[in-house]
């Protein structure tokens, strides 16, 4: 037999072949390459018996060669080893000489192809005993980045790092390429501020960060939502370094502007990539038209699909989605609709996503039966209803007032096979609370714990607001002291539900207690806050405490969202202050918050209760203009401006229109019809008569 390379375990000398006969018959009387090895060539040794010795000199690949060759010729040099390493673990070679001679993108491919199969342990033995024997790679760093990939995708950044310890010396820290992969691995793992710090210790030894470090170290700042603010550091840094930003890193800072919600600086950035003549990825127009959509403009997220499709990009169905997020945010259904048969139109499927939203948007805009229909659509063609779509429906039926609803959808939820989570749990204590019906809130509460649920912040407020809608503060300080003992510190929505009972209830001194004590334990007041605060003093009559409160909220750096723009609104609005409502409209458009329904909304009921019921139409008109959807709330508002109005006969029309437009009218609605219908029938019997009473002193509205 040949013998090759003499590999010693536990003192047992096993003679392992150089070349493997692996890939065609070996001969009987030694081992041998194939006769002609594409790209290299080969020279022969003699060895202590006599026999000869083959390898490959050093590698040049063929610009034809194939790489299933190449891998099978690396395969063939390397594995042997592999195999002795896979079966031993540690191994001692008596002849290292004979691996010498193998090229390093041989080493390479096969610590590649130990970490792909997950054999990163077999890797880490291998490039250790590649270490030991300095001369066998002409360069380390190749080989160690790709083992750190390896470690750092299972989630071993610790090893990783004990690794490239081998790498370091008094002289010289760790090379570029083993760096950057240390800097990915800590990134990848949600390590973003370990990344960070390696980024300035290759700074502190003379290592200039290039374009892949920062990129890295910039995906790494974003998937862990660290502070925009730190990203832009990092762009800032590149520029003093005077590094030529790529479409790759201006992508990447695209990405972390719009997670980072700045969806101006995310256009900033995609100005510069395009003046500088790169192309913007897919992620990049998803990331602008989630961004932009959150914010609200929806003409900038259509005019940023048209551009992604011009650009070449097939949009799939999670870019639609994106932009059905878009219009359903903001009520527009009919551009919604139209999304959906566009998904249609280009041959895909509307998945859980897209039903989700459609669900979410009816449900919110009060349109039950529409909510329901697609609820039953999406059971007939096989997408099955997520924890979620459940939740949002429960939502629906409890927010109009039916809780059975709420409770019914848990038990089919469960009879699906879906195990209620601790937000549905939320869901029915919250149902149960805002119908007065405590006990069955506590009672629910209660399971939670015995069916090993965990119950959050969330949880507690609920409870806490159930006692408050009873009537039951007395339970509250109770409350407040256990949700502590069980971990759970109260958070600003805590004291936005107790500052909304108590300024409810006239009881402003000890709303200021509760303030004080907000912000003794550091807890900063939110937009809910200062809405809450708006919206106590508006009903109050307050409105000099209320416009305090809101320019308290701008000098306080909280940017007045449009939640706070409504509340302003709908205090003058219930005192039929129609000038200083419309007011409030101007400003809120001033600041970039485009018209939304609630707002609208609050428009028609200030007119409405002033008996402008021309001028209310006037904004029902320009709501439609504007393509965004009325709900049952603007149908309700409009008959009570025609009714207070004494247009008694255009309340069947109304009412025939909100039908017809798939608002499902509620009791509210029905009984302004029947008082309209009633006044009207008694003019036309005694035409001269005046009615003693309007319709709306029976109703409050």
């Known amino acids: 037999m040949a013998s090759g390379a003499l590999i010693c375990f536990a003192g047992t ?7 493997s006969s692996c890939l065609r018959p070996r001969a009987a009387s030694a081992t041998a390459l194939p006769a002609a090895a594409p790209g290299g060539d080969t020279s022969s040794s003699v060895n202590s018996d006599g026999s000869k010795r083959f390898f490959v000199k050093k590698w040049t690949r063929p610009v034809e060669s194939s790489p299933d060759r190449e891998a099978a010729i690396a395969w063939v040099n390397v594995g042997p080893l592999i195999k002795q390493l896979e079966e ?3 191994v001692q070679l008596k002849n290292a000489g004979s691996f010498q001679n193998i090229p390093d993108w041989q080493w390479r491919f096969a610590l590649k192809r130990l970490c792909e199969t997950r054999k990163t342990d077999i890797a880490c033995r291998l490039l250790r005993w590649l270490h030991s024997e300095n001369n066998f790679l ?7 980045s790709i083992v750190v990939n390896g470690l750092s995708k299972e989630g071993r950044v610790k090893d990783a790092f004990q690794l490239v310890e081998l790498l370091e010396t008094d002289e010289q ?3 570029m390429a083993t760096c950057n992969a240390l800097i990915e691995a800590c990134a990848r793992n949600g390590l973003a501020e370990k990344s960070l710090e390696l980024l300035n210790r290759m700074r502190q030894h003379g290592l200039q960060p290039d374009n892949v470090t920062y990129s890295v170290v910039i995906q790494g700042c974003t998937k862990a939502k660290l502070d925009l603010g730190t990203i832009l550091k990092i762009y800032e840094d590149m520029k003093t370094e005077k590094l030529e930003v790529d479409g790759k890193l201006y992508n990447d800072l695209i ?3 719009a997670i980072g919600c700045d969806a101006d600086r995310a256009f900033f950035f995609m100005e510069k990539l395009q003046a500088g003549g790169f192309e913007p990825e897919m992620k990049a127009f998803m990331a602008l038209i989630q961004v932009l959509g959150q914010c609200g403009r929806t003409s900038e997220v259509e005019a940023i699909f048209e551009e992604m499709k011009v650009c070449g990009f097939v949009p799939n169905v999670r870019a639609y989605n994106a932009l059905l997020a878009a219009f359903t945010r903001k009520g527009l ?7 959906v048969q566009a998904i249609k139109m280009a041959g895909l499927n509307l998945n859980e996503r897209s039903y989700g939203l459609l669900i979410d948007a009816y449900a919110r805009a009060g349109r039950l039966e529409q909510a329901m229909c697609i609820f039953e659509s ?9 924890a979620f779509i459940y939740s949002r429906l429960m939502s629906m039926f409890r927010d109009t007032g039916q809780w059975e609803g709420s409770i019914q959808m848990m038990r089919e939820m469960q009879e699906e096979g879906i195990t209620p989570n601790k937000h549905v749990y939320n869901i029915i204590i919250d149902t149960y609370g805002k119908n007065g019906q405590l006990e069955a809130a506590l009672r629910v509460f209660e399971n939670m714990k015995a069916e090993d649920v965990p119950r959050d912040v969330v949880t507690w407020n609920s409870l806490i607001e159930a006692c408050c809608k009873a009537e039951r503060f007395t339970q509250v300080p109770a409350l407040y002291k256990r949700m502590q003992e069980d971990g759970h510190l109260p958070s600003a929505h805590t004291f936005n539900i107790i500052i909304n009972h108590l300024g409810s209830h006239g009881d402003w001194e000890t709303v200021e207690d509760f303030l004080q004590e907000m912000q003794s334990m550091g807890i900063v007041k939110n937009e809910v806050t200062y809405t809450t605060l708006v919206d106590l003093y508006g009903r109050s009559g307050r409105f000099q405490d209320a416009v305090r409160c809101f320019e308290s909220m701008q000098a306080g750096g909280v940017k007045p969202n449009s939640a706070v723009f409504c509340a302003l609104a709908n205090a003058y609005a219930q005192q039929g202050m129609c000038e200083q409502a419309v007011n409030v409209f101007r400003d809120m458009e001033k600041v970039g918050i485009e018209p939304n329904l609630t707002m609208l909304n609050l428009l028609i009921n200030a ?3 002033a008996g402008k019921y021309l001028e209310a139409f006037a904004v029902f008109d320009y709501m439609r203009e504007v393509e965004i959807s009325p709900d049952v709330v603007t149908y309700t508002t409009l008959m009570k401006a025609l009714i207070k109005g004494r247009r008694f006969e255009k309340v069947p029309e109304l009412f025939d229109e909100m039908v017809s437009s798939g608002c499902k009218p509620d009791e509210m609605a029905r009984d302004m019809l029947r008082s309209a219908v009633r006044f009207t029938e008694e003019r036309q019997r005694n035409p001269d008569s005046t009615p003693t009473a309007s319709p709306l002193e029976y109703w409050k509205v």
């Open 138 to 144: 002409e360069s380390y760093d190749i080989s160690f």
């Open 378 to 386: 999406m059971k007939v063609v096989g997408v099955k209803p997520n």
């Open 13 to 19: 000398l096993t003679p392992i072949p150089i070349i």
């Open 173 to 175: 820290w760790l090379p």
């Open 88 to 90: 031993n673990g540690n």
């Open 607 to 609: 007119f409405s209760v």
């Open 255 to 257: 990405v972390a502007c």
């Open 333 to 339: 259904m009919r551009q919604a609709e139209q999304v």
